[in-house]
């Protein structure tokens, strides 16, 4: 046996590593490479003769973003997935392929409907297998990775018996929507991410407090509170959030707080958010205790009386101007993240010199977006050459990270029963690749620790 990194070796895109069994392989992942890490050709440069399958860990672009190409290069083999990951692929996929990479829509219809021919959903904890040409057995297994809708990591038992983990994307501890990955019982070799191997716990039990005050404080002088969020994970962890705060509330006895959150109109404006947001409505059991809780007394966490979706091009330019000359209060969720695209850019372009204006970002925002500029505090800014004097205030808001941070990284490894013998590094910077090895040597100190960015 033996692992290649094809990508995420170093950084945290383009995932896509080769489990080589004998003559043939497995293939987990196969992302796209995206910022600073960018190629120049989107091509697979590497030999698929072998491989006999393809393992999805979760829907997010940099680990099914090359899909498309993987097909084109003439990969046959079946591809493996959790159930909620076989719905949201073709949806992050259409979204990734027009936006990021111009195909037009001929292109990615044909890519779309080979990816439904090959896709097989796997339910979470069922084992299944794979015949190599060799006649020998493979078998697979996701496990809940609490990253987002449908994330898994994967056990993979080989012929000899060894089992080999790769952890995708691992998620946080304690969010309320999602639950929580719990450790595999046995792992030979873990192939684990470190994206924050270097980073301390993300405060998730304060954030929704934090949230209303800012939003509570930001409606004192009205006008629009913009929230730029990825379609899939924090948009539905705010409108978890956004219901919970309405419903208390809507018990409070403070009149005031009553009076603010009841009529204020929480509006979701993303075509593609909106869609993920079905998806995570319609596996609802996957949901985490806390979640189906509310879900059981009745209430719709993520389809409140207060949300609003917008759905075509022409409401939407309708609303950002509506909100332009009324100045009245609402909350809006957009993509993209980073404001580097998507419907939240007319917010921005309409609404950032307004001083009533607040915009709260809830996520990492990456050098040279629009994001990054306006944390940094930047009061002349550019969007689409339209040059923007900022008079917004401007808001940031931990707690809504998709990723472990190294204490939950480390509790996840330690928590193995038997193994690892080896554990491979991979999915963030050197820095926090180098970091998180440190910390496993103290919990699995018998256990042969390779930071693969050094390798
Ligand atoms: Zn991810």
């Not at 030979?188 to 470190?194: K, M």
Request: net charge negative; aromatic share 6%; with cysteine.
């Amino acid at each position: 046996m033996n692992i290649v990194h094809h990508g995420a070796k170093t950084g945290v895109t383009g995932s896509c590593h080769e489990l080589i069994v004998g003559k043939n392989s497995l293939l987990i992942d196969c992302g796209l490479f995206q910022g600073k890490e960018t190629r120049e050709t989107l091509d697979i440069e590497f030999d698929i003769n072998n491989i006999a399958a393809l393992l999805l860990t979760h829907s997010h672009i940099d680990h099914i973003g090359r899909l498309p190409w993987l097909l084109a290069a003439g990969f046959a083999g079946p591809i493996y997935a959790t159930e909620a990951t076989a719905a949201l692929v073709p949806l992050m996929l259409e979204d990734g392929l027009k936006i990021q990479l111009g195909l037009n829509s001929k292109q990615c219809q044909k890519a779309l409907a080979l990816i439904h021919q090959r896709i097989r959903p796997v339910p979470y904890d069922c084992w299944a297998q794979i015949v190599l040409p060799t006649g020998e057995l493979i078998k697979i297994r996701f496990r809940p990775a609490g990253h987002i809708l449908g994330s898994a990591y994967i056990e993979i038992q080989l012929p000899t018996n060894e089992i080999v983990v790769f952890s995708g994307d691992l998620g946080p501890k304690d969010t309320p929507l999602l639950t929580d990955p719990i450790a595999p019982t046995i792992a030979h070799t873990l192939v684990i991410e470190s994206t924050y191997g270097d980073k301390p716990q993300h405060q998730f039990k304060q954030r929704q407090q934090v949230l209303k005050q800012i939003i509570e404080r930001s409606l004192q002088d009205g006008g629009a509170i913009i929230i730029p969020a990825f379609s899939v994970g924090r948009t539905q962890e705010l409108l978890f959030d956004l219901e919970n705060i309405i419903s208390e509330a809507d018990v409070d006895p403070d009149e005031s707080s009553k009076r603010i959150w009841q009529s204020l109109p929480v509006i979701l404006d993303s075509p593609l958010a909106q869609k993920v947001t079905e998806q995570y409505r319609y596996f609802h059991e996957l949901w985490a205790k806390e979640a189906k809780q509310r879900r059981y007394m009745g209430r719709h966490p993520l389809a409140f009386d207060q949300c609003i979706t917008i759905d075509n091009h022409a409401d939407h330019l309708e609303l950002v101007n509506r909100l332009q000359h009324s100045g009245e209060p609402a909350i809006i969720v957009a993509a993209s993240g980073m404001c580097s695209g998507g419907r939240v850019v007319n917010y921005l372009k309409a609404l950032l010199a307004d001083k009533r204006t607040d915009v709260i970002f809830a996520g990492y925002q990456a050098q040279g977006t629009t994001g990054r500029a306006l944390v940094d505090g930047e009061k002349v800014i550019k969007i689409d050459d339209q040059v923007i004097d900022v008079a917004a205030q401007i808001h940031q808001l931990s707690g809504y990270s998709a990723h472990a941070a190294q204490q939950d990284l480390v509790s996840f490894v330690a928590d193995i029963e038997q193994g690892p013998k080896v554990i491979k590094v991979v999915h963030g910077d050197l820095e926090a690749q180098t970091a998180l090895a440190k910390e496993l040597r103290k919990v699995k100190p018998e256990a042969e620790i390779i930071v693969a960015a050094s390798e």
